[in-house]
């Protein structure tokens, strides 16, 4: 473990301090890898303490946590505990349309990915923020303004001034907790119960901001909320940007000359559905990512740990849009995923699917990821990517493992550490992201193919026999820290040559058969006789389906 403690003295620790923007996996994790230096780290996100709140809110679809991922973990710590937590998946099942089955294997039988609950994995990440004493999470507070030039940032936060209990048992009347110090609970729907009375305040945060108050007031209690008058300016050496696909950090940069940034909506949206359990055990085999490939559309399975599956659909938003009525939803899983529905239920299926709408999918570039010495982008904010890959999350950890690496070899200097963090990731995270939308295109059409699969045994058999120059794609992606710009540029290597041989043998097989052709009557003779035996084989088949 490193002894960064030693490397700056204790008034550089005092005048050092770190805003993250973003309290989610990313941010989290940059917060604890940033404790562990002794830098004063304030981490500001504009949501609830999800750890509190009766539901999680945004994104769900699961997690496939793997090697770059891990690292980062390991890194911080916490690895074993996360691993304790996921499921092992070992391959791809493919169910087909007839409904067979049928597992492409990840990689050697030691490799595999972890299905973690994004939830679960959040809530770990924020609690192992809190445990450093130089680190604090302030939920409820969204930024406003940031200006990157003097590192200054403006925020907007909701505190309460006021709450007097004066009966402490108050709280078992309470159908969802008041907000206290400990919770900063801030934009859930409160529902208070004092004998007949209900009073309640639909999320303070959103709707309180331009108000001077919000006030509840019964016989045994009163609970005052005052938003900030005045948004609050706050000075710091570093802006770390880590609020999402959306960043508001972003935002600003987009606005400095130089800053290049792109963004795209695939026209496919995904839907959430689940798979319970039955007689206490998974529905189907749980080491496995399942995949329903469809061509144009796939259903994806996840193992859970309370033995469930979460099911993601993935379709185009048009064909979502033909699907109005439970009927048409019903008719549409018997039609393409029939395995799938005794799985789900179909009561359980007609009231999921119009649940929530399909969710869109974003994918997003920039360059560069940092301005001067006072501000840098990481995660989504830098580069959201499409899910089909499973990297976005080990993309954004493998983020902050290089930028603590890179603070080891420039001595915590902001000015050498960041624009090389932008000169050494841009390369990687632009191309996972192409990486991300091409795989969409395998899982969902190529799986099908028994030329892919052809390809995938040549793979994994040169790279049985030739281990350090042959490595397929996937596993140089999932299962090292080989730089995704440079996976890619082995890859196309790797093909070319796989294809170069295979276009010499099949040219060595053709003109070999000529030869024997042209000069062996026997040989042609020989294939007379299997020429003929193979029609009448062709007959006799023909003849079985005209009498069925």
Avoid at 125 to 146: M, Q, S
Avoid at 258 to 264: I, K
Avoid at 399 to 408: A, H, Q
Avoid at 491 to 496: A, E, G, R, S
Wanted: hydrophobic letters at 40%; aromatic letters at 12%; a positive charge.
């Amino acid at each position: 473990m490193k002894n960064t403690s030693a490397v700056m003295d204790s008034s550089d620790i005092q005048r050092t301090s770190i805003a993250v923007i973003g309290g989610g996996l990313v941010g989290s994790l940059n917060a604890c890898f940033l404790a562990k230096r002794n830098f004063q780290v304030d981490v500001y996100e504009s949501r609830e303490d999800i750890r509190m709140a009766e539901f999680a809110r945004g994104r769900s679809i699961n997690l496939a946590l793997s090697y770059r991922g891990r690292q980062a973990l390991k890194a911080i710590g916490l690895e074993d505990q996360i691993v304790s937590q996921g499921i092992p998946m070992r391959a791809r099942m493919i169910h087909s349309l007839s409904g067979k089955k049928s597992a492409i294997p990840y990689g050697t039988k030691s490799q595999y990915i972890l299905s973690i609950s994004r939830e679960n994995l959040n809530k770990d990440l924020l609690t192992a923020v809190e445990k450093y004493p130089n680190a604090k999470v302030h939920f409820g507070h969204r930024l406003l303004k940031c200006r990157p030039e003097t590192g200054v940032i403006t925020l907007l936060g909701l505190h309460p001034r006021q709450m007097n209990v004066p009966w402490l048992g108050v709280e078992s009347e309470l159908r969802l907790p008041v907000y206290t110090a400990a919770t900063r609970d801030l934009s859930r729907v409160f529902d208070l119960h004092h004998s007949s009375q209900q009073h309640r305040i639909l999320n303070p945060l959103s709707k309180a901001r331009d108000q001077t108050q919000v006030l509840m007031d019964t016989s045994q209690f009163i609970l005052f909320f005052r938003p900030d008058k005045v948004p609050k300016d706050i000075a710091c050496d570093l802006i770390l940007g880590c609020d999402g696909a959306y960043s508001t950090v972003r935002t600003h940069l987009v606005k400095k000359p130089r800053f290049d940034y792109s963004q795209q909506y695939i026209p496919h949206g995904y839907m959430e559905l689940t798979i319970p359990p039955q007689n206490g055990d998974f529905a189907m085999e749980p080491n496995y990512l399942h995949i329903w490939p469809r061509d144009t559309f796939m259903m994806i399975a996840l193992p859970n740990m309370n033995k469930s599956f979460t099911c993601t659909l993935f379709m185009p938003f048009e064909e979502f849009e033909k699907l109005l009525t439970s009927r048409d939803v019903l008719d549409f899983f018997q039609k393409y995923f029939p395995d799938s529905l005794h799985l789900i239920g179909k009561e359980a299926l007609a009231q999921d699917f119009f649940r929530l709408p399909a969710q869109p999918m974003i994918s997003v570039k920039c360059s560069s990821f940092h301005f001067n010495s006072h501000c840098v982008l990481m995660g989504d904010a830098a580069h959201a990517l499409v899910p089909f890959f499973g990297q976005g999350m080990n993309a954004g950890f493998e983020d902050c493992l290089v930028f603590d690496e890179l603070m080891d070899k420039f001595n915590n200097d902001f000015s050498m550490c960041l624009p090389e963090f932008s000169r050494f990731r841009i390369p990687d995270d632009h191309a996972i992201s192409d990486l991300s939308m091409y795989n969409y295109i395998e899982m969902r059409s190529h799986v099908n193919s028994r030329w892919f699969i052809f390809q995938k045994n040549i793979e994994r058999c040169l790279h049985a026999l030739m281990p350090s120059t042959f490595i397929p794609l996937y596993t140089m992606v999932t299962f090292s820290r080989i730089r995704y710009h440079e996976a890619v540029l082995r890859w196309q290597w790797q093909k070319k040559v796989i294809n170069t041989a295979l276009f010499f043998f099949g040219t060595l097989v053709a003109l070999s058969t000529t030869y024997l052709l042209l000069t062996r009557p026997t040989f042609r003779s020989s294939l007379g006789c299997l020429r003929r035996s193979w029609n009448s084989v062709t007959y006799f088949q023909n003849i079985g389906r005209i009498s069925l």
